[in-house]
């Protein structure tokens, strides 16, 4: 169903089962997001109770921690890989330790047959000579590894320490990287939780030729404790960068009625073609199991 069709009048027994909010968007675009969602993991100690959940065939995307390294990001892929899932391993540069550590970076990925990276800078201290992205992303790609697609970073709601100006310039210097690579590529929204300061950025990213396909990141249906608790087991010095990067969208997280990720998806459904948005990137906060719960409702509700 078309948001074209969706504004004929609605026969009153309908009224009550549909959903205010699923109507106002475009329904058909909504379904093939959430039907394409990519799974956010965290290599935590609950990861293995998780994977249970986790719809077959899906594409799970695990990060990278500043208090753990590449390779505890390296092993859960392996393990999920296992399993039949499609992984996309976060690296982080400043977590990267020099030239030697991408070699082998690139053989472990090359082994485990990876086909998906995601690079960004990453808040640790530098370990070795990388203090962004753009510069791990030249060293890397020289190497020519057996890779398909990259996916990079980016902040519609801004960074704690980097000046807008400068984001905009790193977004356009890493296309071309992974242009001249011959690679595809997209960029994954950080968390934000406002639709119309994520439709604005985009249309301005647009404008200054960023052409990447865009992943929306969206937090998935986690509850205040659950989200709590990642948060202390991710370290208190993580939390407080995080929170310094993120912090209206916590606050909104953390606030009292909840959040439902379809406030944020519905319009800028309407605004998909337009944007260049093709996907879902789902911060899960480990809480597979309610994030796709809500995810199978609302494929429910979408098809009716």
């Keep these: 169903m078309t948001a074209t069709e969706n504004s004929a009048p609605v026969p009153p027994g309908d009224r009550k089962r549909r959903r205010p909010h699923l109507a106002r968007g475009d ?3 909504h379904r093939r997001l959430l039907e394409g969602m990519t799974f956010e993991l965290i290599p935590l100690k609950n990861l293995e109770d998780q994977i249970p959940f986790i719809p077959t065939g899906s594409t799970v995307s695990m990060t990278c921690s500043p208090v753990r390294t590449v390779e505890d990001t390296l092993d ?3 393990r999920l890989g296992n399993y039949g899932f499609s992984t996309i391993p976060h690296i982080a540069a400043r977590m990267v330790e020099g030239e030697a550590h991408v070699d082998q ?3 472990r990925i090359t082994g ?5 990276v995601f690079v960004i800078g990453g808040d640790a201290e530098p370990h070795g000579p990388f203090t962004d992205a753009a510069s791990f992303l030249r060293s890397f790609l020289a190497r020519k590894p057996d890779i398909d697609v990259v996916g990079i970073g980016s902040y519609p709601d801004g960074h704690g320490t980097i000046p807008d100006d400068a984001l905009i310039s790193a ?6 990287i992974i242009t001249e690579a011959g690679l595809e590529g997209y960029m994954s929204t950080q968390m934000c939780l406002d639709h119309q300061k994520i439709g604005s950025w985009l249309a301005e990213r647009r404008s200054a030729g960023v052409t990447l ?3 929306l990141g969206v937090p998935g249906a986690v509850d205040r404790t659950r989200l709590l608790t990642i948060s202390l087991r991710l370290g208190i010095g993580h939390s407080a960068r995080y929170l310094k990067k993120n912090r209206t969208s916590v606050i909104r997280l953390l606030s009292p009625g909840g ?3 379809n406030k944020l998806i519905t319009p800028l459904s309407k605004r998909a073609a337009e944007l260049g948005i093709t996907g879902i990137h789902c911060f899960t906060f480990n809480a597979v199991d309610t994030t796709e719960d809500w995810r199978q409702k609302t494929l429910a509700d979408l098809r009716r």
Excluded: F, M
Excluded at 112 to 116: E, M, Q, Y
């Design 76 to 78: 859960p892929c392996e």
């Design 112 to 116: 485990l047959g990876i086909r998906r």
């Design 105 to 107: 970076i690139v053989a």
């Design 259 to 261: 959040y439902n990720p």
């Design 171 to 176: 977004l356009l210097e890493k296309q071309e």
């Design 27 to 29: 329904r058909d675009v």
């Design 213 to 215: 396909p865009c992943h």
